[in-house]
């Protein structure tokens, strides 16, 4: 004759009904432990044992509370802090690498003055120029010196280059002329070609007869792209140009649209450090297209953001609607460009 | 309204309760609590409340360093806890809550980092998973290292009750 022995169930554990209280356990375990809790008294006293110890150890920890209510501050104003801390990293890089520019070209210069007075046959003895002041009117040691060594460093002396004081799209069209006399140093040039344009659909390109842009490679483009002043833009464009408040507008490039679709535009801006943003507003597939041809990979691209669609009349009648992207990028790091994006506005 | 800013409004005030409970700054963990948030905005983390509490507790350990280096006295690290700022009591009860205060800030102050982590992290409203990804723990022993931290709690708070009526009476 079988004897069946009769094990008794497992009672269940103290942290899993910690677990159990704190509604940490998938719903199989728990509907386990409520069939067993609704039949084993051991494990009902447990768990008013566990739920007690739960409830006075929240009971004091709510006394460690620096205030009894805790009222967060305006979420605007965190927002405000953001932006000016992102500002503030903006401008120290600008200063970082203005500094860095600036001890390059001193060191040029220096470098370059030492290198002509001692390469020089004729060079005039006697006579040091501290390497600081090579580009200032020579202050001459201690002797006075002759009249024709003081007229050979003026003819020597190098003048300072002046970095170019950064003005908006406009003022710098307008003073172009007056400031080429000047000797300056040419701000970082803007190669929008070979950031986002392909060669052959630059400006530059478009009057040159030298690489004609093959035909299969226009089936894409098939509208030229111009570069053009941000008021000539302003005109064609209407409201649908893209700009980041606060950055200064170095250039614009527009390639227009079909017939009743907005031009797909290309706003370059440059930070407080130089760095040079393009904003691209576009059909989606247009921007999706510049996207690919960006050439770099340290170049970054921000999310896209949805602007107004256009709305094309189809030729079997009806009205056919492009939606349009606007996607910001640069050398930045895509939680700026995001941030960028955030705050670029439509014209 | 964006998934951050829902966030900063449900849990600005666990994120500094958070923060009191390891500096014991009330200023200090407001100050903090908004900084957690600020780099929020920036990282824009993918799991913004695990990654809030992540940062909260890096600022707290930096500035509990900070103040070791000031010298001063943290209770969470020191024998003799001495919060370094309590809640302003009333006038009629403040020698009791203010005795109230030290046997609750001595009974944490008990536990070990890990179970006192687990125990905050827990109070502040985050997950078993959660509260493992932070502490490196695996999500089964969250559970034993919670019932393990309350216990102890208990114990230690009424260790020092026991003692406190003992040495009033």
């Known amino acids: 004759m079988t004897e069946w022995i009769t094990r008794p169930a497992r009672h269940i554990p103290e942290d899993e009904l910690h677990a159990y209280l704190d509604q940490a356990l998938s719903r199989s375990q728990c509907a386990e432990i409520e069939t067993h809790l609704s039949t084993c008294r051991a494990c009902q006293a447990q768990r008013a044992s566990v739920a007690a110890l739960r409830d006075r150890t929240t009971a004091l920890l709510s006394g460690l509370s620096p205030r009894p209510v805790i009222v967060p501050p305006s979420y605007l104003t965190l927002r ?86 950064r003005t908006s799209f406009a003022v710098r069209q307008a003073g172009m002329g007056a400031r080429s006399s000047q000797a300056v140093v040419p701000a970082p040039r803007l190669q929008l070609a070979s950031l986002v344009i392909p060669a052959a659909y ?32 302003l005109q ?16 614009v ?40 041809r960006q050439g770099t990979a340290e170049m970054h691209a921000s999310e896209a953001a949805r602007t107004p669609p256009d709305y094309v009349e189809s030729p079997g009648g009806g009205v056919r609607r492009t939606l349009r992207n606007l996607i910001v990028t640069g050398r930045l790091p895509v939680d700026s460009l995001n941030a960028l994006a955030r705050m670029a506005a439509i014209r | 309204m964006d998934d951050l800013e829902r966030l900063y409004k449900t849990h600005y005030a666990a994120v500094v309760r958070f923060l009191y409970r390891k500096i014991w700054d009330a200023d200090r963990a407001e100050d903090l609590a908004q900084e957690v948030f600020i780099r929020a905005m920036a990282h824009r983390p993918e799991k913004p409340r695990a990654w809030i509490f992540a940062v909260a507790a890096n ?42 205060w030290a046997r609750v800030t001595g009974a944490l102050a008990a536990l070990t980092e890990r179970d006192r982590d687990v125990l905050l992290l827990w109070d502040a409203g985050l997950s078993y998973p959660e509260i493992a990804a932070q502490t490196g723990l695996a999500v089964g022993a969250v559970g034993t290292t919670l019932a393990r931290a309350r216990k102890r709690l208990i114990e230690a708070h009424d260790r020092m009750d026991y003692q406190a009526g003992a040495a009033h009476s």
């Open chain 1, 202 to 233: 630059s400006p530059s390109a478009e009057k040159s007869s030298i690489n004609p842009p093959a035909a299969a490679n226009l089936r894409p483009f098939n509208r030229i792209w111009r570069a053009v002043s941000w008021e000539e833009a």
């Open chain 1, 80 to 165: 405000e802090r953001h932006s000016h801390r992102l500002a503030v990293a903006l401008w120290r890089a600008r200063i970082k690498r203005s500094s860095l520019w600036a001890a390059a070209v001193v060191a040029a210069v220096g470098s370059g003055w030492v290198a002509r007075s001692v390469m020089d046959p004729h060079r005039l003895p006697l006579v040091t120029v501290p390497l600081a002041q090579a580009s200032a009117p020579a202050p001459i040691a201690s002797a006075p010196a002759p009249r024709d060594v003081a007229a050979e460093l003026e003819r020597q002396a190098i003048p300072v280059p002046i970095p170019e004081r």
């Open chain 1, 253 to 292: 490039l527009l390639q227009p649209g079909g017939p009743g679709e907005r031009p797909t535009v290309i706003v370059a801006q440059q930070d407080q450090s130089g760095e040079i943003i393009q904003s691209i507003e576009g059909p989606i597939a247009k921007v999706s297209e510049l996207l690919q």
């Open chain 2, 59 to 100: 600022l707290a350990r930096d500035e509990a360093r900070a103040a070791i280096r000031r010298k001063k006295h943290l209770t969470l690290l020191k024998d003799d806890p001495i919060p370094l700022s309590t809640p302003e009591p009333s006038a009629e009860d403040s020698v009791e809550r203010e005795e109230r």
């Open chain 1, 236 to 251: 064609i464009a209407g409201s649908g140009l893209p700009y980041i408040e606060g950055l200064t507008v170095v250039g």
